[in-house]
């Protein structure tokens, strides 16, 4: 009794045209992932940095949606918005794939309508790319831009090659 059903299923699909035979689904691509204890290792090295140097600061790192995977803020970090600033950087970077920093050149440059994609888009943040694909950002705020991009590019060092 069960045979005849069995049998009608697979002469259905010999009878399957074969450009439908061909349209089979292809398989899933890779992806890449940023893990939290890669995270982790970002955030130390940045902190280390970060306190080698005398600038304590706010850290952000996101995976590649913008949404955050671990903050935090070092004692003495000199911006109170700081946390924010730091997120708001990373998820800019992320989405866009690039520092936020050619956003901010965008705007203050050639192209100010990028102001209105409503992202933040001051210098400060790095793609963490791992294997080829962008996973992530980190978004640094500190005293200055120029040490947010020095502490994001030392992290970043410690797990790109």
Do not use: Y
Request: one cysteine or more.
């Amino acid at each position: 009794m069960f045979v005849k059903p069995a049998c009608l299923a697979v002469a259905s699909f010999l009878m399957l045209p074969p450009a439908m035979a061909a349209d089979a689904p292809a398989s899933v691509a890779h992806k890449a992932i940023l893990t939290l204890a890669t995270a982790q290792r970002i955030a130390a090295h940045a902190r280390k940095v970060a306190a080698d140097h005398g600038w304590p600061c706010a850290l952000a790192i996101v995976d590649d949606g913008g949404w955050p995977i671990l903050t935090l803020r070092m004692d003495g970090a000199p911006v109170v918005a700081g946390i924010e600033l730091a997120q708001g950087k990373a998820r800019t970077s992320a989405l866009f794939k690039r520092p936020s920093a050619d956003l901010e050149n965008a705007i203050n440059t050639a192209r100010p309508a990028a102001i209105t994609a409503g992202l933040l888009m001051m210098k400060g943040a790095l793609p963490i790319i791992i294997e080829g694909q962008v996973v992530g950002a980190i978004g640094i705020s500190a005293d200055t831009p120029a040490h947010d991009d020095e502490i994001a590019s030392a992290a970043l060092a410690s797990v790109q090659p």
